[in-house]
């Protein structure tokens, strides 16, 4: 939790600044100085707490050593709304113990908003406990996903899933920073998640929010994520068994279509 506030520090600071420095990983693929700053400051805080503990973090690649305390570390999700000044942006740090989460925090310094999860410990907001809604249809469900950077390669493919659930719920969402959809979904704010080709690091945190706050996460097919990048859906657990549901329509789907 202090470190992704001070990393949120980091970001208002410069939030809607002219003079940010903004580089391409990608045709569409941005990092900011503010990315690598807020890096910075929270490898600082975990170095020196935990100087045994291994690291994954989105903008340097840090040797492994093998320890079972793994943080990751994601300093600016959202990097390419901050970069536009559109307010939907945070910092996500997660740590897992053995492979399983354990811990996790989520900053946007606009709202001033921390969640935060510990296992068995629930998720909160500022403090405040949080519950997944009870929605159990996807017509009165209103859900948030997000797209992967290679989009444009089969622009068809990739919007079949979304074409799908356009069909079924009331309304989606696409705000395109995934640490904070999944924690509007741990606070009832959003019924459901899903997304394809995330990062560890975009995911590790959000996802034990959303755990604790009496939400299932799983992959599309309904199995355990790893710690990998993958595909994940989240939502309470009725209403993550009808986006299965369709998940796995469309997956029986597909080889008609191509």
């Not at 420095?21 to 929270?42: F, M, N, P, Y």
């Not at 929010?209 to 299932?216: N, S």
């Amino acid at each position: 939790m202090e470190a992704a506030l001070r990393a949120g520090a980091l970001q208002k600071a410069r939030y809607g600044d002219p003079t940010l420095v903004v580089e391409h990983k990608g045709a569409i693929d941005l990092v900011t100085e503010v990315d690598r700053t807020c890096e910075r400051a929270i490898l600082e805080i975990l170095r020196a707490r935990f100087p045994d503990h291994d690291v994954v973090t989105e903008e340097s690649h840090i040797e492994r050593t093998g320890s079972r305390y793994v943080w990751f570390v994601d300093p600016l999700d959202g990097t390419t709304n901050f970069a536009h000044s559109y307010p939907f942006f945070c910092t996500s740090i997660a740590l897992t113990v053995d492979g399983e989460v354990v811990a996790g925090a989520v900053y946007d310094c606009v709202k001033n908003e921390l969640f935060s999860a510990e296992r068995g410990g629930g998720a909160h907001l500022n403090g405040r406990r949080l519950s997944v809604t009870a929605r159990d249809e996807l017509l009165t469900a209103l859900l948030v996903t997000g797209f992967p950077y290679d989009l444009r390669d089969d622009l068809v493919s990739k919007l079949g899933v979304f074409n799908r659930f356009m069909g079924e719920a009331r309304a989606i969402r696409r705000d395109g920073a995934a640490a904070l959809d999944l924690s509007y979904v741990a606070a009832g704010r959003v019924d459901g998640f899903w997304e394809e080709l995330l990062q560890p690091w975009d995911l590790m945190a959000g996802r034990l929010m959303v755990e604790e706050a009496g939400g299932v996460v799983t992959r599309f097919d309904g199995t355990s994520l790893g710690l990998r990048a993958d595909e994940i859906v989240a939502a309470n657990p009725a209403l993550h068994c009808r986006m299965l549901a369709v998940l796995r329509q469309h997956r029986e789907a597909a080889p008609a279509l191509s």
